[in-house]
Each structure stands twice: as C-alpha cells, then as structure tokens.
Nanobody
Framework: QVQVAESGGDLVQPGGSLRLSCAAS????????MGWYRQAPGKEREWVAH???????DYADSVKGRFTISRDGAKNAIYLQMNSLEPEDTAVYLC???????????WGQGTQVTVSL
C-alpha cells in the first residue's frame, strides 16, 4: 500500500513564491523517483518536474529556472520551490511516486495553486 499526500497550495500574487510538499507512506518498498504534474481547468495534465532518488532532476521548459525540486530521503518526501509565479502556473498540482521495480505511478489528491492579484 502506497499513500501520497501533497500540501502547501495557496493563493499567491504574480511574482510571488510558494513551496509545495509531498510525502509518501509505504511499507516494504523503496522509491525510484517522485515528481509533479499539474492540471489547469480546461487543459490537459502537464508534467512539471521529476527527481530520481539518485538525485537526478528534470524540469518542463515552462518552469525551468523558476521551479526547483528537491527530496528528503529520510522522510520519503519531495518539495517543489516555485518562484516568480505567473497566472499561467495556476493549477492543481499532483504528486506521484514511482516504486523501484514497478511501472505503476501512485498519485496524491492534489493541492491547489492559484496565482492572481
């Protein structure tokens, strides 16, 4: 059983910053990677960032240079530091976990980020 929970979403003004957190709870499994997608109203789900437990990171072009993904292995957690936020970043941010040896993604419920005046 793998449970994933996000937190940290909020209303923020353009140009502001926000830090999202995601923690995975599991027994007897090890993590291969975790990451973030986002879903805006009327738009397709968009991949945002990915971090392997080895430390390698990848970012979508739309957030590169503004967002930073990091991990805490001891807590089975990742963080998404979002700077210079734009209204286009408004979306539900969904965290996923990839377990070592599995191809299945485990998802959280999402956390709402709204960038507006």
């Amino acid at each position: 059983q793998v449970q994933v929970a996000e937190s940290g979403g909020d209303l923020v003004q353009p140009g502001g910053s926000l830090r999202l957190s995601c923690a995975a709870s599991m027994n007897k499994f090890s993590i291969y990677a975790m990451g973030w997608y986002r879903q805006a109203p009327g738009k397709e789900r968009e991949w945002v960032a990915h971090i392997r437990w080895s430390g390698h990171t990848d970012y979508a072009d739309s957030v590169k240079g503004r967002f930073t993904i990091s991990r805490d292995g001891a807590k089975n957690a990742i963080y998404l530091q979002m700077n210079s936020l734009e209204p286009e970043d408004t979306a539900v941010y969904l965290c996923y976990v990839v377990i070592s040896g599995w191809s299945t993604y485990f998802w959280g419920q999402g956390t709402q980020v709204t960038v507006s005046l």
